[in-house]
């Protein structure tokens, strides 16, 4: 389980979150939504300690992480799959090295099982065709795909975590990382693997997520399902949900 209480954030005199305080299940599908620069990704890198608060307690698992060490750190991580904004792959890797580059970090696998788990991985995204290339020969969706496959590689994470997974992509290529999405975060809760998407793109949102966060001016104006989303009388909130009301 995932708890927030009352996190506090800025970067110098700029407040970024605001007593924010929120709980998840790690077979919860959320979408935290806002406009940008409200402080979603930092939202996934408090939950990572990636960043530390001003103030606050973060708990994963009852475990405050605020205060632990960066070794520590390490089994925390390794309970989320994240997937960077942008996708953030290395350039000068191909795809294959892209996906194998945890495995060589984190485990004592053989060349040919790395293989074999690459292929595997990148099978199960529906792109072991590029296995050779390099990424900037792949398309967007392609290369969000090989981030997909390269964040499911060292863990059996708990949940997955996604930073803007479909921005930049045109409608159907969205359409079909939303379905990967939704096929590894398949099953019934409590065993399914969650997902977190932080997103603006409230159209691909409400194609994974059960349960919506709105995040404006630091703090959390908005927490329900989709009905309540779409019956929102919060005027910004309205506004940012307009293409599906
Ligand atoms: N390391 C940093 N130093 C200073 N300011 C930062 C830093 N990281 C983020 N910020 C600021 O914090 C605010 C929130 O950033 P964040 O990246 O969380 O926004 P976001 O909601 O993910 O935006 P977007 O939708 O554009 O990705 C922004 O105003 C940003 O400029
Ligand atoms: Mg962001």
Redesign the pocket.
């Known amino acids: 389980m995932i708890v927030f209480e009352d996190v506090t954030l800025s ?2 005199t ?1 407040i ?1 979150l605001e007593g924010l305080s929120f709980q998840a299940n790690f077979h919860e599908k959320i979408a935290i939504l ?10 996934l890198k408090l939950i990572l300690g990636l960043q530390n608060p001003d103030s606050g307690r973060i708990l994963i698992d009852g475990t405050d992480i605020t205060v632990l060490k960066e070794s520590q750190l390490r089994d925390v991580r390794m309970k989320f799959s994240i997937v960077f ?1 942008e996708g953030a792959l290395f350039d000068s890797l191909s795809v294959r090295e892209n996906v194998a580059f945890c495995l060589r970090e984190y485990t004592d696998l053989t060349e040919e099982e790395i293989e074999e788990r690459v292929r595997d991985l990148l099978r199960r995204v529906g792109i072991e065709e590029a296995i050779d290339l390099m990424p900037e020969q792949l398309s967007g969706g392609m290369q969000r795909r090989v981030a997909i496959a390269r964040s499911l590689a060292a863990c059996e994470p708990r949940m997955f975590l996604y ?2 997974p479909t921005t930049g992509l045109d409608p159907i290529t969205a359409d079909s990382i939303c379905a990967l999405m939704n096929e590894l975060s398949s099953g019934q809760p409590p065993d399914r693997k969650g997902l977190i998407v ?1 997103t ?1 793109k409230v159209t691909d949102a409400v194609k994974v997520a059960e349960r919506f966060l709105y ?1 404006s001016e630091g703090r959390l104006t908005f927490d329900g399902d989709i009905d309540a989303l779409k019956n929102t009388t919060d005027d910004e909130l309205k506004r940012f949900i307009y293409d599906i009301l």
Do not use: N, R
């Open positions: 970067y110098g700029k970024i806002g406009k940008s620069g409200a402080g979603k990704t930092t939202i904004q930073d803007e932080v603006h995040l």
